[in-house]
Nanobody, 123 residues
Framework: QVQLVESGGGLVQPGGSLRLSCAAS????????MGWYRQAPGKERELVAG???????NYPISVKGRFTISRDNAKNTMYLQMNSLKPEDTAVYYC?????????????????WGQGTQVTVSS
């Protein structure tokens, strides 16, 4: 009932910037917490930024001060601005959203993932 689609990944040189977007569509009543995760080859998926419905954000030390998460609730869209990128930021980036949606005349809750977008930081 709900789809998340990421965009904005690509190849960038060290020190460069990228902006990722995650657009949600479907029978959405409300999007609650959202987040960006990444998974590098041979590593576990990790949280890189989270944002509540009220706009409170959190970041791990590894990206704090370089990455900024934001959301536009009117557009059901989330963003990740990534600055001062490093080779160790190379990974597939996934968006995640906790969504309340219309189902069978009522409301249901579920957790959704996007398909992922590749970010490669290399010279």
């Amino acid at each position: 009932q709900v789809q998340l689609v990421e965009s904005g990944g690509g190849l960038v040189q060290p020190g460069g910037s990228l902006r990722l977007s995650c657009a949600a569509s479907g029978s959405i009543f409300r999007i609650n917490a959202m987040g960006w995760y990444r998974q590098a080859p041979g590593k576990e998926r990790e949280l890189v930024a989270g944002i509540t419905s009220g706009g409170t954000t959190n970041y791990p030390i590894s990206v704090k001060g370089r990455f900024t998460i934001s959301r536009d609730n009117a557009k059901n869209t989330m963003y990740l601005q990534m600055n001062s990128l490093k080779p160790e930021d190379t990974a597939v980036y996934y968006c995640n959203a906790a969504v309340t949606f219309y189902c069978g005349g009522s409301f249901c809750n579920n957790d959704y993932w996007g398909q992922g977008t590749q970010v490669t930081v290399s010279s």
